[in-house]
Structures are given as C-alpha cells and as structure tokens.
C-alpha cells in the first residue's frame, strides 16, 4: 500500500518488503510483517542515524507536516464530501544496546489529521510500524520480545470499505518469537496476542482479541537459498455475539532466496483452513452505507472455508537509479460485516533515483475480493474490486528538509453499485530529512 518516505531508496525497499508480507495468513501476516519492522530498525541502529545521542541511546526524530486534499472522503459513488487535511506527524525512533548482542529499540509515529472543514472527521494516527522489541541472545538463539501498535482512520486503505469517512482499528500486537540458527537449519517458533478495537462506535462489532502461534523450519540448500516448512493458527473471539468465533491452522512450504546483494525473492504456497463457531445471536448492526439495521434476528449461518494460499514477494535494487518490488498472492482474512473475505492481489513499486536530491516513488495496487464467501444465511455477501495508484516526487530543498509531492488514486466497483466509488488525493508534504 502506498505510504510516504523520505528516508531513502533502502528505506523505501524495506517499506515495500513490509507491506507485501503483511498478505499472508493471519498468523504470518502478523509475524513477517513485524519481522520485516524489527529489520528495519536494525538497520536504521546499524547506519546510526540519530538527532540525539546520550551514551549508547540514539534517538532519531523526523519531524513533518502535510497539507492533503482529498476529492471523496466519505467513499461514495454519489453526494461525495471534499476537505482539505492538515497532518502533522512526529516520528521517533531509539534504540539502546544493553550488550554488545542484546538491543532494546523503539519506533513510533504519532500524528493527527485535522479535517479543515468536516472537522467530526478529525482524528489521532499512529504509524504501523510502531513498535517496541528487545532483541536478546542466548548462543544461537535470537529471541525477540515485542510489541507492536498501529491507529489509523482513513477507510480508503481497507479494499472492503465503501460509503463512509472513518473507520479506526487500535491493534496492538505482543509477544515474542525465537530463532535458533544451526547453521543451515534455521527454527522458528513464534507466538503473539493481538487485540483489535474499532472505532466509531458502530464498528465495535468488531472488537476482537486474537491468539497467533507460529512455527517455521528452514534448511539452507545453498548459501542464496533457503527453503522450509511453515504452520501457523489463530483462534480469534470477538467481544460482542455479532460475527462469529473462529480459529484457523495454516501449513505451507516457503523459500527465500537471495541471488545477488540487492534481489531478494520470497515464494510461499500452502492451504488454511478457517472453523467457525457460530456464537452469533442476531445479524450484524450493518454500518450506515448498507442502509437500516434488519429488524429480524438471526444467526449468521457460515460454512467453514477451506482453500490454498500463495505470495510472491520480490525487491529488486537494480541500479543506483532504479529499485523495484512487487507482490502477488490469494489469501482469506476476517471480514468487516461477514465472517471472512477471500480475495487476489497484486501490489508492484518502483522507487526512481532521477537526478541528484530528486526522487519518484510510483506504485499500482489491485485487489479481486468476496466478502461473505461461504455464506448460508444472515450474513452481508459482496464481490468487489479496487485498485488503483499512487506517486511521491521528493527533493531536497535543502541538507535537511525535503520537499514531497503525493497523489493517490482509488477506485471501487462492486456487486452492490451503490458501493462503487473513486477518490483522489493530493498532497504537499515537508519533512525533516536525516543524514
């Protein structure tokens, strides 16, 4: 998904990294996407960028302020709401090594997006690479211990959302995984506890709170490629008998294979299965752009989902000029006002260096999804696309201010017309540039 940067072309590529792990299933979404973060912010420790530095700490603050307009901020085909937005944002990265081995680290980005005329609209975000892990070793042991958080309110980055102007998820995700490296066997086992609260009110239905266990087993056929085994679950109850309970188990084969310094490929296949309980005891509160609440009651009848799962997930640095990523894939993941939505995407970046201090960012983005899959009765059934683009043309107007330039475009179309739309958004950004 698109997302602004001003920190550079590797930067850049570990964003893209992070955003296409983050479509495997529930368990390996949670857990590649984190990992991909943790990464991230060793490198940022290992290049020691930092504003303040106190000893051992580093402290790196970024700084930037944002003047967006945005065409159809309440996602509707017609009587569409425009406003200018003003988002200043504030993001902090630490880090503090307790050992020579052992790293304590932090990221946050905390921001508010202040709606200049619809201001019911105006809200705080936090950044989804939030985070704070201990890194710890023991011999051949990695374990990192972690927290991870993330809260935003813009509905146009959920490919299931149409007809409405907000939609928050306060996630925060904690836990730990360990990885004992045998040379060319690798371990993996993992384990998290996520909680999930949605915002505004009408969307509390979806409050949910979620157990992620994981394991991986990897052996390294070649010193470029390592193949391996993965199995992951996820038992998830929601705090209201509105949707219903459910657990998945997930086990496929993964590969990771890195040809050269600066390509990395990462292929992974295999077949989840999704158990429902069926603990609802009326249908859903439907939010307002599917019209009144039935006043009938219920029980959301839904057959357990049973299907194969893939990701192709590639970075390429392929010159000082050019870098490029892209991800490909099918998945099931939670539904918004059904149980569950199986849906394709396709997902490719390109990062152009063009001339000294001036930067392009383009990305394309398209999803094929079917909300209510499986659906016997009393359940909100959908089939939609959305897809779309987006741009970043950064320059630095100076040593340590950068001047960015944004525009994304949305569009929808569904099995509902009234829940077609498209959007536009144009921003101007200034942000403080690290060295």
């Known amino acids: 998904m698109f997302r602004h940067t ?45 504003t ?14 944002e003047l967006d307009y945005n065409d159809n901020v309440n996602l509707q085909k017609t009587d569409q709401q425009s406003d200018f937005i003003l988002k200043p944002l504030l993001q902090l990265s630490g880090s503090f090594p307790v050992t020579l081995a052992n790293l304590l680290s932090f990221s946050a980005g905390v921001g508010y997006d202040e709606y200049l005329e619809h201001g019911n609209y105006s809200a705080y975000r936090v950044n989804s690479d939030s985070l704070l ?51 060319d ?15 505004p009110a009408e969307f509390s239905y979806l409050d949910q709170s ?81 019209g009144p609440a039935p006043t009938a009651h219920e029980t959301v009848q839904t057959q357990n989902l049973k299907t194969w799962y893939a990701d192709l997930s590639v970075t390429h640095q392929a010159s000082a000029v050019i870098s490029y990523g892209f991800s490909a894939g099918h998945e099931i993941r939670l539904g918004i006002d059904s149980d569950a939505i199986e849906d394709s995407y396709f997902r490719p970046s390109i990062v152009w260096t063009l001339v000294k201090d001036l930067g392009l960012n383009t990305s394309l983005f398209y999803e094929h999804g079917s909300e209510g899959a499986e659906n016997i009765s009393g359940n909100f059934s959908e089939v939609y696309d959305w897809y779309g683009g987006a741009l970043t043309l950064s320059y630095a107007l100076m040593k340590k201010l950068r001047f960015n330039f944004n525009y994304r475009l949305t ?20 942000a403080y540039q690290p060295q």
């Open 52 to 65: 303040y530095k106190a000893g051992d700490f580093k402290l790196l603050a970024v700084p930037s302020i």
């Open 133 to 183: 892990s201990f890194d710890l070793y023991i011999k051949d042991v990695l374990i990192d211990i972690h927290d991870r958080f993330s809260f935003s309110q813009d509905p146009a980055v959920d490919a299931a959302l149409a007809g409405i102007a907000q939609y928050g998820r306060l996630m925060n995700s904690a836990g730990f995984s360990a990885t004992w490296d045998l040379e």
């Open 185 to 199: 066997i690798n371990l993996t086992l993992g384990y998290d506890h996520q909680n999930v609260m949605a915002s």
């Open 210 to 290: 979620s157990e992620l266990p994981l394991a991986r087993a990897g052996i390294r056929l070649y010193p470029q490629l390592t193949v391996g085994l993965e199995g992951s679950a996820s038992f998830t109850s929601y705090d209201q008998s509105v949707l219903n309970d459910n657990q998945s188990y997930s086990a496929g084969v993964y590969g990771d294979w890195q040809p050269g310094a600066y390509m990395h490929v990462q292929p992974r296949v295999g077949y989840t299965v999704y158990e429902f309980q069926h603990t609802s005891l009326s249908l859903p509160p439907l939010t307002p752009f599917l």
């Open 6 to 50: 001003s920190i550079g072309a590797r930067t850049l590529v570990f964003g893209l990294l992070a955003a296409n792990m983050a479509n495997a299933q529930e368990s390996l979404r949670n857990s590649l996407a984190g990992d991909t973060a943790a990464e991230a912010q060793r490198q940022q420790a290992a290049l020691q960028l930092y």
């Open 411 to 430: 569009l929808r179309s569904s099995s509902i017309p009234s829940r077609d739309y498209s959007q536009n958004l144009v921003g101007i950004q200034l």
